[in-house]
């Protein structure tokens, strides 16, 4: 019952690599892979989307030299009142 060369075949792999094969004729929707499946297709390609979105919008590395911020809209320098 060896398999290709030196390797030796191990029923317990065989059957889970089958059971994974074919868990698309078995699949059922349900609570548990309803809530997966809107986590995983929606809430987290949005929740990256906004987050790229927003750090796209902050930031300008187009010819920046040293000292010069990134940001796209610098805050305007402190200036000291003098008396």
């Known amino acids: 019952m060896a398999g290709h060369g ?4 191990d029923p317990a792999v065989e059957r889970w690599n089958t ?3 074919a868990v698309y004729k078995h699949f059922r929707f349900n609570a548990r ?3 997966q499946s809107i986590l995983g297709m929606i809430v987290f390609p949005a929740a990256v989307f906004a987050l790229a ?3 796209d919008v902050k930031y300008d590395w187009t010819g920046k030299r040293k000292g ?4 796209r809209n610098p805050p305007a320098p402190a200036v000291e009142e003098s008396d």
């Not at 030196?6 to 075949?9: A, I």
């Not at 010069?68 to 940001?71: C, E, S």
């Open 53 to 55: 979105y927003n750090q």
């Open 33 to 35: 892979t309803t809530r």
């Open 68 to 71: 010069v911020p990134l940001t």
């Open 6 to 9: 030196y390797t030796k075949t």
């Open 19 to 21: 059971m994974r094969e």
